[in-house]
């Protein structure tokens, strides 16, 4: 990334001296004490400031904070340094595209390089790059170890997989449910086929995808449908949705009534939920538009509720435990910066500096600060929630959760043992959470209906 006082216009561009002369900023301590910038803190605090300041289009004070973050937020620095730089060259892109702080603007315009650029996979990349971390991964192990459990002696298995790693959840539970004592079942895979760009992206058709994996299944003396659903998270999945429940009055009506006692319906949501719009974005929309016809039910709701009146076998929902919703800026900063430390901090333990897989793994990073900090309304689709909220929601929609077995918790520390020593496994009650040097970081949460 450039440094940023070398991309400012003639006109507004300063001497590192000058910068620091031009107002007395409380607390800000001179050049010769730069050192103590490196504190995780103090470079929060830093992003703070500069965001009211670009908010409040106080052009002067950005130039201060700007010279201090810019001799500090190093995009090859450690990972801290790389942390602020991806939240400052966010905070800029906001700029340009609000118009909130005119000198950014100008300097967005002159810097096409600001763009965050994610990298589209193969398929044996994206699997890869998958198995670096157990950031998937731990949802993956959990998930499957409840399906399997729960979709025993059932001779169909119908799986509903919203999901933002394209299905690479799949090959795993393939093999497993191949493998089972009993025969193994015709399983019915359908997928959202969103239009969404959201990392990571795969370079390849999903009708090509849904191809390999009925071919995989094949291999593996297995019967499968793959069938695409053209549906959006911006609507809560309302198309996808209705094509379940279309299927499963098809059969009804064919068979007499009633549902298919010999098929098991699973919901297999892995980080993609997030993405459908809650209740602060309805709150939004009706305060800036008074006539309005959103409703202050968010899609978020009305889907789970959805899924309930379809009657599922189990729904299994893994994410990852933050708060991203608040319409307030700066405490969106501080609730993104407070987690998003965490995938720059392991990146360190499994990837050397210039390689192209830590390129693509923090440029995916970047595009999430972007999201969070850079945009508002149906643009902002990043909007996490923590555990505590999802439960509820589930609770509330008509779910009841069910722990997770003996044998899934022994499955997920043994994938974790494949990794850095960092990582590690708490179980809530009945659920699962991953943590990295015991902060929380992904939740596995499994539901029946009540």
Known sequence: MMQFTDTLPPALAMSNSSLCRTRPWPGLPTAKNLGSFGDTNCMEQLLVHCANAIESNDSTLTQQILWVLNNIASPDGDS???LTCGFLRALIARAAMTGSCKMLTAVANASPNLAVETH???VIQLA???DLTPWHRFGFSAANAAIIDAVEGFSVVHIVDLSVTHCMQLPTLI???ANRPEAPPFIKLTVAGTAGNIPPMLDLPYDELGSRLVNFAKSRNMRMEFRVVPSSSSDGFSSLVEHVRSQRLLFSDSSGGGVDNNEALIINCQMLLHYIPEETLGAVSNLSNPTSNYSHTSFRTMFQKSLRSLDPTLVVLIDEDADFTSNNLVTRLRSAFNFLWIPYDTVDTFLPRG???RQW????ICWKIENVIAYEGLQRVERLEPKNKWVQRMHNAGFRGVP????????VKTM???HAAGWGLKKEDDDLMLTWKGHSVVFATAWLPA
Request: charged fraction near 35%.
């Open 416 to 418: 974790l043992d494949e």
């Open 120 to 122: 589209r996979f193969s």
């Open 128 to 130: 890869g790059f998958i």
């Open 361 to 364: 793994y923090e440029a995916d």
């Open 404 to 411: 997770f077995s003996d044998e899934a918790v022994s499955q």
């Open 175 to 177: 093999d497993a449910l």
């Open 355 to 357: 390689s192209k897989q």
């Open 80 to 82: 801290n340094q790389r």
